[in-house]
């Protein structure tokens, strides 16, 4: 059963399938996060005709469920989706459609690509691109018997002109950016994997048959990939 739905950015009628209901995805058209509207609720039964006596009464839990019930409905859509920290030993990567953008480094902030090379972003700030879609992957990171190993990767869409200038004005920045899962394309998770080979010796995703799979698939189209411990 298709579930219709519109862009709020562009006005696009969309038709959705129902197992995707209370998920974010992009509108095909003007690529805006659009969330797949989420199941109904039940309605409440309605109220029996009560004695004259008992017209006053009052659920005892009822001023602890009239607030829940008001926060619920208040709660933004993307609450819960933003990423809270960079963790010193995981991956974080910014990518655009044609090229690695950017690379987070433990010490040393954003590395940003240059041309021929990296370099810390604060060195040429002037660099980062102004317009364009980017995808903030998120790789994680576990120390095992073998070593540290990568676990999994999650995609955060990156959307707005002048969103990458947050990279040169601090390091969580860009975070506050990231704030709907997004789909990487099959350029994005080539440009990602093989930025990790360049970084990480080759046992790094022996552990992560899932995750390289994920990455050297053209045909996958999920939003993340492994299991995250948060």
Not at 76 to 85: I, V
Not at 101 to 126: C, H, I, T
Not at 180 to 201: A, C, E, H, M, W
Request: proline share 7%; hydrophobic share 40%.
């Amino acid at each position: 059963m298709a579930i219709r739905v519109i862009c709020g950015s562009c006005g696009s009628k969309i038709d959705a399938k129902d197992e995707l209901r209370g998920q974010t995805r992009r509108c095909p058209k003007c690529r805006q996060p659009i969330l797949i509207e989420p199941a109904a609720q039940p309605q409440a039964p309605k109220p029996q005709p009560v004695k004259a006596e008992q017209s006053q009464a009052r659920p005892a839990n009822a001023a602890a469920t009239a607030p829940n019930a008001a926060s619920a409905a208040a709660a933004p859509a993307t609450e819960g989706l933003k990423m809270r920290r960079l963790r010193p030993d995981d991956l974080y990567f910014v990518v655009g459609s044609d090229k690695l953008v950017a690379y987070w480094k433990s010490g040393e902030g954003w590395m940003l690509n240059v041309g021929n090379g990296f370099s810390q972003v604060k060195r040429s700030p002037g660099l980062i691109p102004d317009l364009g879609e980017f995808v903030l992957a998120e790789g994680r990171v576990a120390q095992t018997d073998n070593g540290r190993r990568l676990k999994a990767m999650r995609f955060w869409s990156l959307t707005g002109r002048g969103v990458l200038l947050a990279l040169g004005r601090s390091e969580t920045e860009i975070l506050e950016k990231a704030q709907f899962p997004t789909v990487p394309n099959g350029s994005q998770k080539r440009f990602i994997l093989d930025q990790i080979r360049k970084l990480y010796f080759r046992d790094f995703t022996d552990d992560a048959l899932e995750v390289v799979e994920f990455l050297t698939s053209f045909d996958s189209h999920s939003q993340s990939v492994g299991t995250f411990d948060d």
